[in-house]
């Protein structure tokens, strides 16, 4: 059973926050952004509604910069952990990096996004969705 308050942090445990279920979405990123901020093939995110996320410690260790003119990207200033997205294209809402999360969320990752940009040196075994073009989430068969 997944609790209500679901809670996460960065490796060196400055920066911890917490997020009420239930969350929005949960997919794997595999845009070429993502991963080289994350520095690996792909990044889970999963978002929730800014109202439902709050830091519970180090807000002020995160440090914020502009990935694209419309996103940005949080991590944390001491360990470098890549913990957070936000765009214009979802207002109103935070994307988190499910590995910075405790335990399980309330949901799994549901689908591949920008699955066309994806590298070619890990093999996918599951059978979710792969979506990708210009906004990352078209079929792309
Ligand atoms: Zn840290
Ligand atoms: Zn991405």
């Not at 997020?19 to 952004?33: D, E, F, G, R």
Request: with cysteine; charged share 20%; proline share 6%.
């Amino acid at each position: 059973m997944v609790n209500n308050i679901l809670t996460g942090g960065c490796l060196c445990g400055a920066v911890r926050f917490e997020v009420t279920a239930p969350t929005k979405w949960c997919a794997h990123c595999h845009c070429s952004l993502c991963r080289r901020a994350h520095g690996a093939a792909f990044v889970t995110w999963f978002g929730v509604a800014d109202e439902q996320f709050r830091f519970t410690a180090g807000e002020n260790d995160v440090s914020w910069y502009s990935s694209t003119p419309a996103a940005r990207r949080g991590f944390c200033r001491s360990c470098g952990s890549p913990l957070f997205f936000t765009s214009e294209r979802w207002p109103g809402e935070t994307h988190i990096a499910l590995a910075h999360m405790d335990g399980p969320i309330d949901r799994e990752p549901a689908v591949h996004v920008f699955y066309d940009t994806h590298v070619d040196w890990v093999v996918l075994g599951d059978d979710l969705k792969r979506l990708g073009g210009p906004s990352g989430t078209e079929p792309v068969d």
